[in-house]
């Protein structure tokens, strides 16, 4: 018996030396809880991926073009494309089950980006291209339009470029306030410097609220966020370089003490101006491949043009699970492709 038990003790006391060497150098070590060769950084680890919905069709939709992720009431997952499809996925094996067209006022397509199920079930669908903020029923039916403030529209109406403009949506905890992200910097700010734009409910109506200002790491644009429950925000940050592939963190940001920029006409110079704070949370490059393939190249080939953007739940150690979802632009060196990710905050 106290041989086995010594044995038993030597053979885990060798394995634990030699995981690290076998998971290679980390700065601060994997996530809690994750195996050594799933982590990303300290404190995000991912799982598994998924191309199960690669380059597939459905009721003669193409499946993919993916720019929004949300968890629909039923536990289903709520799959925004940005040409005007919603689809509705079984949570786990990820096959459609439903697709909804989106159309304008006019009965034109949308070029739908950000999305969040409200509390009510109706869906809220943001556009780059005005911008725009509608509401939708389930069925697609177009219920309303937020009111817009002018410096975000579109020039010349506003300061803002088309197609870079509101890419992310999300819901802050209670219910009460939405946020919508720009994805590039308006004309007569800095360079980097992108503001997050507020809507406040009253009376079950949303009106436009405060402003923060953020800003990105150099060349890149945030192409969503998403509310972590106590109000923070995960903010994905992304560009691409031709012949070299995509750059996409992930990053942790509190507007909790910014100052409200909805005043301010130009954040340029203005060092009284407190930004939204952040935190690198992993940069998904330095992630473990899992065996990945990419199509173009890519600094690691799990990496393409990550898009999409929900929080599932939590694990047993209280991490956020988070999904993932790259945007394939129907181009046939990209792919559609899930992230499971583990992130501690």
Same mark, same amino acid.
């Given at each position: ?103 304008? +006022?006019?009965? %034109?397509?949308? !070029?739908?980006?950000? *999305? #969040?199920?409200? =509390?009510?079930? &109706? ?100 192409? +969503?966020?998403? %509310?972590?429950? !106590?109000?923070?925000? *995960? #903010?994905?940050? =992304?560009?691409? &370089? ?104």
């Amino acid at each position: 018996m106290r041989l086995r038990t010594l044995l038993a003790t030597l053979t885990a006391g060798l394995a634990t030396a030699t995981c690290p060497a076998a998971a290679g150098p980390a700065a601060a070590g994997p996530a809690a809880g994750a195996p050594a060769r799933h982590a990303c950084s300290a404190t995000v680890s991912v799982d598994r991926f998924s191309d199960a919905l690669d380059k597939t069709t459905y009721e003669g939709t193409f499946v993919g073009n993916f720019s929004a992720l949300a968890v629909d009431r039923d536990g289903s997952l709520a799959a925004l494309a940005d040409r005007s499809s919603l689809f509705r996925l079984d949570a786990r094996t990820l096959q459609p089950r439903e697709v909804v067209r989106l159309a304008d +006022e006019k009965g %034109a397509d949308l !070029d739908s980006e950000g *999305l #969040v199920i409200d =509390r009510d079930g &109706t869906r809220l669908i943001s556009s780059e291209t005005e911008p725009s903020v509608r509401r939708y029923s389930r069925d697609g039916t177009l219920l309303e339009r937020l009111p817009v403030p002018p410096a975000l529209q579109v020039a010349p109406a506003g300061r803002a470029t088309a197609n870079q403009t509101f890419e992310g949506l999300t819901l802050l905890p209670g219910g009460h306030t939405l946020l919508a992200s720009m994805e590039y910097a308006l004309a007569g700010d800095s360079a980097g410097i992108v503001r997050f734009q507020t809507w406040t409910r009253h009376h079950g109506r949303f009106t436009p609220g405060a402003q923060y200002a953020y800003r990105t790491d150099t060349g890149l644009g945030v192409p +969503e966020v998403q %509310a972590t429950p !106590d109000g923070r925000l *995960l #903010v994905l940050e =992304r560009g691409f &370089t031709a012949g070299v592939g995509n750059t996409v963190r992930l990053y942790l940001a509190d507007p909790r003490h910014a100052t409200d920029t909805s005043g301010i006409e130009n954040l340029t110079g203005q060092p009284e101006v407190r930004l939204a704070g952040k935190t690198l949370l992993a940069d998904i490059a330095a992630c473990p491949s899992l065996g990945a393939t990419a199509k173009q190249p890519q600094p690691n080939p799990l990496l393409d043009n990550i898009e999409g953007m929900t929080i599932t739940g939590r694990d047993r150690t209280g991490r956020l699970k988070v999904l993932l979802v790259s945007d394939d632009n129907q181009n046939a060196a990209q792919t559609t492709r899930f992230y499971y990710l583990r992130v501690r905050v």
